[in-house]
């Protein structure tokens, strides 16, 4: 679905994806720019929305503290979430949700995020990952069934993946589900760690459906059906407010028609699920980095130390001001991310697991250097920054951990984007197959393409930047053909070996991860510059900060490509584990 980019709504090029074509050395300026803007109908449910829970949730600081203590949210709270309406916040109007686009649901998590993180994951585990299956792959009737229960909160949510035996390897669940004569299926296994797990009156389950190696199908099950159970609630390290808990079902009779998605395609539905819940997760990181920022200048501007706010301080301004480059990036990335969902994009999963990791990485250092520059203060629970720094933490572990994820943007770029380009399809899966026969293929195109080239893709696009902006896309735009002539290298290094090669990936990810973050940074400051004209040459500034950032880490990231201490790494490593304990003592 391609619609004006001029308008900020739908992207040019919808079968294109950004983040896999920046292995290949090409920026796909069209899916990048202008920065997408809010849908009209978002804005004006938004603008009573976030007013509303700010009203609401502010003056609650105290019982947050204490939900948190008792690791409980009690039931008149989660009834006020329902009666606010936060359960229905993405489900279509016709079902009696509030019909936000993706853009919009994360905008409201932000602002749920920087109250309290727990209520986010309540309603962020119902919406984003809960009962999401049910809006991508429901039929009508499943429709019709759950969703109004869904969007009034009577039902809530939880997603049921993970095993005690199966974390990262979702592949390898145990639960299984048998086809009854009649057609229904009989349901048995347990799942762990289910946020919502005590609250839930659905969940999307995920079962083997052909034997132990056989293939997975999605499931939506009732918790008032007999066999399903949830254990006690887990006493968590953060977000200890929000229910986890172990769910069990024993031969549970699921009728045919709760099958979700086709049989045997479970694993395309779960990872369906998890790519397009990512914003919900991005955007309660950014609304957390928000409430960080404000809470540090706040407290730099009030704490006086040798006769001077501490705000005077080179070190105390270092982290105020990292923290703002950092938030900026992950919300350019996030919303940019939530377009490409909400206008149709056929593929967003890299750019959906990028923007997943470099906010959740973001915001565990906001958390760690609001907590510094409060120090004393951020320490004591009185105040919100060691909530913070304990609630943001789950972020690079669940809904995929980020070494998994870094892993997925890096083998997706180098193996996918052949697919991206027709004509270059076979050359590129040579790479594959035969990496002498595929070499040369990625460099080649790109510094083809960079000499068809005046400067940052189109003439249209740099002409129109800011010399501050431009500068950045000229970043990128060597940044990008070193990434395509790097993964060319690694790719003629290690063939098909380049699967098992997790420090060369984790910095070609990382090469990509930059690349995308900061492009979409890129894009955000330039529509700022023309529409916030108090602070969008500040909203530029951060931008060629970012690209200054990144590209330092860029050149160490490919020089290390080629230079490193792997090896060395690699051999300490075994000899640790081989010895089991850390085998030196002064004594
Ligand atoms: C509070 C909380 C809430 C959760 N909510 C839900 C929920 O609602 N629904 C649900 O289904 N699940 C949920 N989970 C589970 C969560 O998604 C998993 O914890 C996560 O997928 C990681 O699995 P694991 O903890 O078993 O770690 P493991 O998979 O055992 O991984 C351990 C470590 O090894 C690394 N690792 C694993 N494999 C590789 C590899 N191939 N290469 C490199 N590194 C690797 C990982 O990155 C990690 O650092 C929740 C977990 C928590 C803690």
Redesign the pocket.
Known sequence: MAADPKHGQGTHRPELSVAKNLFFGEIVEENLFPYPELRAKDREVLGMMVESIDDFLKPREKAFREYDTNAHQPDEYVQALRDMGLFGLIIPEEHGGLGLSNGGYARVLAQTSSHDSSTS?TIG?HSS??MKGVLLFGTDAQKAQYLPRLASGELIA?????ESG?????ASIRTKAVKNPDGSWTLSGE???????GIAGLFTV?AKTEGADGKMSAFIVEAGWPGVSHGPH?D?M??RA?S?TTVAFSDVRVPAENLLGEEGKGFKVAMSILNNGRTGLGGGAVGGMKQLIALSTAQAKDRKQFGRPIADFGLVREKIAQMTVDCFAAEAAVWMVAHYIDSGMDDYSVEAAMSKVFASDAIQRAAHEALQIAAGNGFMKEYPYERQTRDSR?LS????????LR?YVALSGLKDVGTQLGGLKHAVSDIFSDPIKGFGVLSGYASRRLSQRTGFGTDKIISQLSPTLRKAAEVYEKSVVELANASDAVLKKYGKGIADQ?YALKRLGDVGIDLFVGLCALSRAASLETSDKKNGAQASRLAWLFAKQARRRIVRNLRQLEKNDDATMDEVAGFMLEEGRYPWDVI
């Open positions: 994951l585990a990952i809960g939880a997603f049921c993946l993970t199966s974390g990262s390897d979702a799942k762990i760690w289910i946020t919502n797990g995920f887990e968590k953060g977000i929000s986890t789950i572990i669940f809904e995929g951990t980020n070494e998994i892993l997790q």
